[in-house]
């Protein structure tokens, strides 16, 4: 029996209390890749780092190598020992939480997320601290609504108050905060969990402010660009070809990702030994940077990367198109090999250098155009956020809130939803739901998700099913029987136990309709197919046009159609 719904005061309460530790967290996650960086980087003990600032370079020489390496064996040691969940940008977990297991994570990945993240980050490795506070969040939001037992829908609202909390205090982006709950994490809109998950985010936004300081992501003066007008909206025609590339780009990231994870889960040896060997690389790739460019440049958030982009430190489209190709290349194998960290700042860097390269190379062709190279820049990192994690409006308002100048919307939105269009061409699945794609668990992608559209009739199906032929004995157990002559379906029996007398023997086999079905058709589509054959079972094949025995993995019957609609409904 479902536990009853919990009262709204109470929801706000724990909402409120979510937004306090997301905010006290945030800041705690800051102080801990602090903490790892100037250990590991300046062989100093302080909990002062802006991530604006090019890290030294002339600290450890050579031997700058070793550091990324260091940080692996620690992240490997605490991942495998105490939470394998904490490995990877966090995101897909939750997700997979909220899908597939009643909104639940348990206590320990907090711990072991935090610190293994903080030494990834701190270490070198180039990825970002967004996935991590926002695995943390909702793994908080997730505890409270374990320990007050609530209904599933409920305990998932509040693992999304506690992801928009974590995210809007790292970035100081209430908005964006909420966006990205609503777009990636709520399974369904309403007016509470609207309330609940801004109550949260506001109360984090507030405490982090406190902590952390008011200042935008990227505090440039600079920035403050006049909005287009009239005379320059011709320079909009620029951001179509330019969100096309995006898009691409965008794609290649997600689908790199994965590869590089496959390629080293192939490799011989363990999580440590990959992991290392990953982490070298990286290491290797940073030092050569600080000996031929000066800087680190593709290590750790890339913030300071970025900052230069902005203010036009960083001009040359060829220099800038290679940080692109070796961000993407050091974020691939930090994550690949198993790291624990984010892909937004990534993402970021790669849409600020891509962005600043096309707008170079555009002021080169059109020298006359009115429109900034900051401009491209900015378009640039909300289309790979967007493109990449499906989460298109929080990437667009996060960009807003993170430089602080509103008057970039028009290109930057007109950039996103064509990158986003096309990723979604290229590659179905986000750089999120791919991981769980390849688990085999399928996970929706944008507002108020469908639930029936995205879980697939293999994740439901029952394997328990007989073939049989004339003449051979019944089985002993009910389910559905098939009989079969010359590998084809004769037709279809359903055995069960009489429910007021479940002594009674089983019934000899009543008659029932039945259609076939592709196992990674959806349920909706198998609920329209049954309703269009006028069918009551569904067998499930690989080849459902064959309609072969030898083809059929499983079966569908109301039993199963009525669970799926139960569990989405918990969630609703």
């Not at 991590?132 to 829908?153: D, E, H, K, L």
């Not at 609207?194 to 982090?208: D, E, K, N, R």
């Not at 989460?391 to 960009?399: D, N, P, R």
């Amino acid at each position: 029996m479902e536990t009853q719904n919990r009262h709204i005061v109470l929801l706000c309460f724990l909402a409120i209390f979510i937004g306090v530790i997301g905010g006290i967290g945030a800041w705690v996650f800051r102080l801990l890749i602090a903490f790892f960086h100037n250990i590991l980087f300046l062989g100093q003990f302080s909990l002062h780092y802006d991530a604006n600032l090019h890290t030294p370079t002339n600290v450890w020489g050579a031997g700058i190598i070793l550091v990324p390496v260091i940080g692996a064996v620690g992240v490997a040691w605490l991942v495998k020992t105490f939470a394998p969940e904490a490995k990877g940008h966090g995101v897909p977990e939750v997700m997979d939480a909220i899908y597939y297991n009643e909104g639940r994570i348990r206590p320990v990945v907090v711990i072991v997320k935090s610190l293994a993240s903080a030494l990834s980050i701190g270490s070198g490795g180039a990825i970002g601290r967004e996935g991590p506070i926002i695995q943390i969040g909702a793994t908080f939001g997730s505890v409270m609504g374990s320990w007050v037992a609530m209904p599933t829908r409920q305990r998932v609202i509040l693992m999304a108050a506690g992801a928009g909390a974590g995210i809007a205090a790292t970035f100081n982006a209430p908005l964006g905060g909420i966006l990205f709950a609503v777009e990636l994490l709520l399974v369904s809109v309403s007016a509470q969990s609207i309330f609940l998950v801004a109550t949260s985010t506001i109360m984090a936004t507030y405490i982090g402010r406190q902590l952390l300081g008011t200042s935008p992501s990227f505090d440039v003066p600079a920035l403050q660009i006049p909005a287009f007008g009239v005379g320059d909206n011709w320079g909009l025609i620029l951001f179509l070809p330019f969100g096309l590339l995006c898009g691409v780009a965008g794609t290649v990231f997600v689908r790199a990702i994965y590869w590089a994870e496959d390629k080293f889960d192939a490799m011989p040896g363990n999580y440590y030994s990959r992991h290392m060997l990953g982490m070298g690389i990286v290491g290797v790739m940073i030092y050569l940077m600080q000996l031929y460019a000066g800087h680190f440049y593709v290590q750790g958030v890339g913030y300071a990367t970025i900052l230069d982009v902005l203010v036009g430190a960083l001009s040359d489209p060829w220099f800038l198109l290679l940080l692109f190709a070796l961000k993407m290349i050091a974020t691939c194998l930090t994550l690949g090999s198993g790291a624990s960290g984010g892909v937004f700042s990534p993402s970021l860097f790669m849409g600020a250098t891509l962005g600043a390269a096309f707008g170079s190379i555009m002021h080169m062709i059109f020298p006359g155009l009115e429109v900034g190279i900051p401009v491209f820049a900015i378009a640039g990192m909300a289309a790979m956020i967007g493109s990449t994690t499906g989460a298109v409006f929080t990437s667009v308002v996060m960009l807003a809130e993170m430089t602080g100048d509103y008057d970039t919307v028009l290109p930057t939105v007109l950039t996103t939803v064509v990158a986003y269009a096309v990723r979604r061409k290229l590659s179905p699945a986000s750089i999120y739901t791919l991981k769980l794609n390849r688990r085999g668990h399928s996970v929706p992608e944008g507002l108020n998700s469908a639930v029936l559209a995205a879980r697939r009739i293999q994740d439901v199906m029952t394997r328990n099913f007989s073939i049989l032929n004339e003449g051979d004995p019944l089985p002993d157990t009910p389910g559905i029987v098939i009989w079969s002559a010359n590998g084809n379906v004769m037709r279809t029996e359903q055995r069960f136990v009489e429910r007021n007398n479940p002594e009674a023997a089983l019934s000899v086999g009543t008659p029932v309709n039945y259609a076939f079905i592709a196992e990674d058709a959806s349920l909706i589509e198998a609920l329209q197919t049954l309703e269009q054959q006028g069918a009551d079972v569904a067998l499930v094949s690989t080849a459902p046009q064959a309609k072969a025995t030898a083809d059929i993995v499983g079966v569908v019957t109301e039993t199963e159609l009525s669970q799926a609609l139960k569990n989405a409904a918990a969630l609703q």
